[in-house]
């Protein structure tokens, strides 16, 4: 079967409310492990607010497979505004983070996770990432994060004998794939759901994927100084 990777989100409400989800990963592949099989909602099948840069063919994929993934997450938040406030503990493999923080905030991580393993061929490309998940990471450690995984795809690529985007001139279509696909996935969960809990957590990740492409540069220039020893070598 292989080693697996797990991460658990557990979220405790104030009227002592606790939800839990364990996320088990193929440690190799980053891919989410498969739970037991539930009938999928309207809203995950493929051609229900389907992402325009989907390129599944849905003679073989009926159902979205982020959608079919995240639907238990969604079912169990549908009923919770975003604004309220929830204690919150991930627990990785190396180590447990707890913060209260609001749902939307401690929500979105979650859906991260859930969007760049379940199979989107869009999604997958950040699934690096997931392997040294940070939760209730800042803007800068996100792309702190990203830019060193992207750099280590351009070294791989660099090895085989590939083009490498040292440039980064890349990074501006990989997240404009990835604001696609999560402005269409906002359209699934304003269906899904009677509050607002889950749309704005989605709302939440998607702005943070905007300003990262943004952010580059700057943390490059700001963190410059900080690498002189390397340099020096």
């Known amino acids: 079967m292989g080693e697996r990777l797990e991460i658990t989100y557990s979220y405790r409400f104030e009227n002592k409310q606790q939800i839990t989800f364990p996320v088990h990963l193929h440690k190799d592949t980053l891919s989410l492990v498969q739970q037991s099989v539930h009938t999928p909602p309207f809203w995950a099948e493929l051609e229900f607010s389907r992402c325009t840069v989907c390129s ?73 990432m997931v392997r040294f998940h940070l939760p209730f990471a800042s803007l800068e450690e996100t792309t702190y994060r990203m830019l060193s995984m992207y750099l280590i795809a351009q070294l791989y690529h660099h090895r085989k004998g590939d083009h490498a985007d040292w ?54 220039e700001e963190m410059e100084s900080c690498f002189s020893g390397l340099l020096a070598l």
């Open 167 to 220: 440039d980064l001139s890349g990074l501006e279509t990989l997240y404009n794939g990835v604001g696609a696909v999560n402005a269409s996935f906002a359209k699934r969960l304003r269906a899904a759901a009677s509050k607002d809990a889950n749309i704005n957590a989605m709302v939440n990740l998607d702005c943070l994927a905007k300003m990262v492409p943004y952010t580059v540069q700057d943390i490059l």
């Open 56 to 128: 599944l063919d849905k003679d073989t994929a009926s159902h979205c497979p982020v959608a079919v993934n995240l639907a238990p997450v969604v079912e169990a938040f549908r009923d919770f505004w975003s604004y309220e406030t929830v204690e919150v503990t991930a627990t990785t493999p190396d180590r447990t983070y707890s913060k209260t923080v609001t749902i939307q905030e401690g929500l979105s991580a979650l859906l991260g996770i859930f969007m760049v393993t379940s199979g989107c061929p869009v999604m997958e490309r950040l699934k690096p």
